[in-house]
């Protein structure tokens, strides 16, 4: 019995070609487009899970509650010491320091060519580490890599590039900035896992330790280390939490808090490991996180998708149906029972899509390379095959087989006997109303995921059309790296300016687009208003490279070789402090005094993401990490290569990196530009496959009509006419589907804008548009076949039965 309904569901497939291809078209398309995104939501879903004791390790985080709270990623470097002898369910302490400034690493080996490279993702970390995170190591001794002082620690990747495939234990890397040596211990392996801990090589902190100041180490407000804690197997988090407020009085009593400031201005959180890479922004994170919000939106994406391609295959299957009356009608009066005929045709059901799947396995494979460029991901075709995929693919097929092919079953199983036998294909009826619903169903999708497309578009748009104060055309950024370099500082910038090309030299501390430091500014005769700022250094030529504009004041005068060091605040750190006249006002910062010599206008110097925050612009080159350099013209390829020259003629031992000013603020809006062509992607596909079930929904509505057809023909009617009497019905749907997916596509989207602290205004015309494309699609998807039967001879028209 088996066999034979095989051998009947394989016939049907061949026999109606266009319904078939069009059905597992539409279906391969969209398993293809669920895999990779539940490929991909699932290991955004993994980040930092695979680590054994995940479920026990936290890391400290600290909040200042104020009129502008932050809540710190990095906190002092004791916090967690302290913490752990006064909170017995505390077993171990891992910190992490960041390895600032960037380095330049290089290793000699003997007889060969110098190796050296530029070095951002470094750490000091304690010998923790180790056990916390069950680093795994290629090589050396886990017990006692990071115990020694001047050990380092690299990664396979790193461990590749200076030594090849040599020994790399024992040997010694120079960091160049620092003038230290420092002795490869051992070699970790890569994660097999994602995890926000993200570095190239970690330093022994009895390294940092033997040189670092002590206060410092210390300070019980400097944020500077990452502090992770490992609970005992038998603790409990709630409990753990609970004693917090009490430590938090005791550990920063010492510093002459009193107990009411404490218990009001700060906070200390322990934040799961896991919740770090999807529900965190805080200050000073260790790199660039993720957003659940995109993990939800990449989810609704995938059951979209689904949903619309087994809508087309429930349509495409009751369509198909009356095409088998007779065939029905048959089994019936044979003594099939309905059960039986139930059985048969999920079983069709089935091959169908087991034949979708295997096609989209190879559409899969093909997509995968250009979905991780749009992604930035590195999804790899062996992941499908691990137990726990194959189980989700099986499941997914066998609900999509069961769930687009029931309802078509069970319709086409209820066909009574008499009527199927005579074959009569009614217009009305209640698979009909079935149908049109999920018409309707599918073009809300598609209307949903266009208009979202287009205002995720025209968000991106705005982030690089809007004016953000500066001018960051033409600016190229060279890192400072170096002694030798720092101290040749003016020959440099002199050296450089003999270029026609290069209009001005200015020296910064930090690049726009970076994380700024932040401190307290303090006036000095009103030390009650003082305010935490965000901090940058430069020197006087900064201001006229970016076309900063003054407010009021002066710019920065050549330096005069004073102790104390003038500042330029902006518009938010005037209105912070509450000065009704800035200039000339003393202002304490750093354990500095200096006097305020100008206000810019307010500028962005972070992502659009927040709005302008408090700044103040400290005169001090001796800080600066870069060379700014404004070029003019067309001859920017040139200039790089004369300024690389330049440092190589003036600092041979220094590496050349520069980045373009313009490129580097665009990269502050990766993640959204990802999701909004992902969308776009997912549109064009969840509409295609709409349009793929409208085509053979429009083919089979047309041979429905096509006696009629021929008799309005001969009746003098014009193609137009035949054309839009068989369009109007779908195109009815098609425009129901956008008024009704346009109220909740705009909510959606506006909660989405909301994230923002700069916006587009969502407009009118975004529905037109929206609404405008998708009639545009359905007209000329149903056009194709209506045409056809309008173009049809009357004559064949009226014999066909």
Not at 27 to 43: D, N
Not at 219 to 245: C, D, M, Q, T
Not at 318 to 330: D, H, I, L, W, Y
Request: charged content about 20%; glycine content about 6%; hydrophobic content about 45%.
């Amino acid at each position: 019995m088996i066999r034979n309904y095989f051998k009947i569901a394989w016939r049907n497939l061949l026999r109606y070609r266009l319904n078939s291809t069009l059905t597992i078209t539409g279906l391969a398309l969209g398993l293809a487009c669920g895999l990779l995104i539940i490929l991909h939501v699932k290991e955004e879903l993994s980040y930092d899970k695979g680590f054994t004791k995940a479920d026990r390790i936290f890391r400290i985080t600290t909040e200042n509650i104020g009129e502008k709270s932050r809540i710190w990623a990095a906190t002092s470097p004791i916090i967690g010491v302290e913490m752990k002898q006064q909170i017995p369910a505390i077993q171990t302490l891992a910190r992490f320091h960041r390895h600032y400034p960037d380095r330049v690493f290089s290793y000699a080996p003997s007889g060969g060519e110098l190796r050296q490279f530029e070095e951002k993702r470094g750490f000091y970390a304690d010998s923790t580490v180790v056990e916390v995170f069950d680093l795994a190591f290629a090589k050396g001794d886990p017990q006692t890599a990071l115990k020694q002082v001047d050990a380092i620690v690299l990664t396979e990747a790193t461990a590749k590039k200076y030594f090849g495939d040599d020994e790399p234990l024992g040997k010694v890397i120079q960091d160049n900035l620092d003038k230290r040596p420092l002795t490869v211990t051992g070699v970790i392996s890569d994660f097999s896992f994602p995890t926000h801990l993200q570095f190239d090589y970690l330093i022994s902190m009895s390294t940092y330790y033997s040189f670092a100041d002590k206060g410092s180490l210390e300070n019980r407000s400097w944020s500077g280390f990452y502090n992770y804690v490992l609970l005992n197997r038998n603790a409990s988090l709630s409990e753990v939490e609970a004693r917090i407020p009490a430590f938090m009085v005791k550990f920063y009593e010492v510093a002459g808090e009193t107990r009411k400031d404490i218990l009001t201005t700060r906070k200390t959180h322990l934040q799961p490991i896991t919740d770090i890479h999807l529900r965190s922004k805080l200050e000073k994170e260790m790199g660039p996180n993720s957003d659940i919000l995109y993990v939800y939106v990449f989810a609704v994406a995938a059951l979209f998708i689904l949903l619309v391609a087994s809508v087309n295959f429930i349509n495409m299957a009751t369509a198909q149906a009356f095409n088998r009356m007779k065939e029905v009608g048959v089994r019936k009066v044979l003594g099939a029972r309905k059960g039986q005929l139930v059985k048969q045709f999920l079983g069709e059901s089935f091959l169908l899509t087991l034949t979708a799947a295997v096609l989209a396995l190879l559409l899969f494979r093909l997509a995968i390379p250009f979905y991780n460029t749009l992604t930035a991901k590195n999804l790899q075709f062996g992941q499908l095959f691990n137990p726990a995929n194959v189980v989700i693919m099986l499941l997914l097929a066998g609900l999509i087989s069961l769930v687009a092919g029931l309802y078509p079953a069970w319709f086409i199983s209820s066909f009574e006997p008499v009527t199927s036998l005579k074959g009569k294909k009614s217009t009305v009826s209640s698979v009909t109303l079935v149908r049109k619903g999920l018409i309707v169903f599918q073009f809300a999708v598609s209307v949903f995921m266009i208009f979202s497309t287009i205002v995720v578009y025209r968000q991106m748009q705005f982030f690089q059309n809007k004016k953000l104060g500066f001018d960051q055309e033409q600016v190229v950024a060279v890192k400072l790296y170096g002694q030798e370099m720092h101290e040749k500082v003016s020959t440099i910038q002199n050296e450089l300016r003999q270029n026609s090309a290069i209009t001005d030299v200015a020296l910064i501390s930090v690049l726009p687009g970076d994380r700024f430091s932040t401190d307290m500014l303090t006036p000095l005769a009103k030390a009650d208003d003082a305010s935490q700022m965000r901090f940058m250094w430069a020197d006087e030529h900064m201001l006229p490279v970016l076309k900063i504009g003054l407010k009021t004041g002066s710019n920065f005068g050549r330096q005069t070789g004073s102790a104390h060091f003038p500042y330029i605040l902006n518009e938010a750190a005037v209105k912070a402090l509450k000065l009704q006249s800035p200039i000339g006002q003393k202002m304490v910062s750093l354990g500095d005094t200096g006097e305020i010599v100008g206000v810019v206008n307010d500028f962005h110097f972070a992502s659009l993401h927040s709005a302008v925050e408090p700044l103040v612009i400290v005169q001090h080159p001796g800080q600066a990490n870069y060379f700014l350099l404004k070029i003019k013209g067309d001859k920017l390829p040139e200039t790089v290569q004369f300024a690389q020259a330049t440092l190589a003629r003036l600092s041979p031992k220094s590496l050349f990196s520069y980045t373009f000013l313009d490129e580097k603020l665009a990269r502050l809006y990766d993640s959204e530009q990802r999701v909004g062509h992902v969308l776009t992607v997912f549109a064009v596909f969840a509409i295609f496959i709409s349009c793929l079930g409208l085509f053979g929904l429009s083919a089979y509505a047309a041979q429905l009509r096509i006696k009629e057809v021929g008799i309005r023909k001969v009746l003098g009617a014009t193609v137009s006419g035949v054309v839009l009497l068989l369009s109007k019905d779908f195109l009815r749907l098609v425009i129901i589907a956008t008024l009704l997916a346009s109220p909740l596509a705009w909510w959606a989207m506006s909660r989405w804008l909301e994230g923002f602290a700069y916006s587009i205004a969502m407009e009118w015309w975004m529905l037109v548009l929206t609404a405008g494309l998708a009639v545009s699609v359905a007209v000329l998807t149903i056009s194709f076949q209506s045409i056809k039967a309008a173009l049809m001879n009357p004559v064949k028209s009226l014999r066909s039965e």
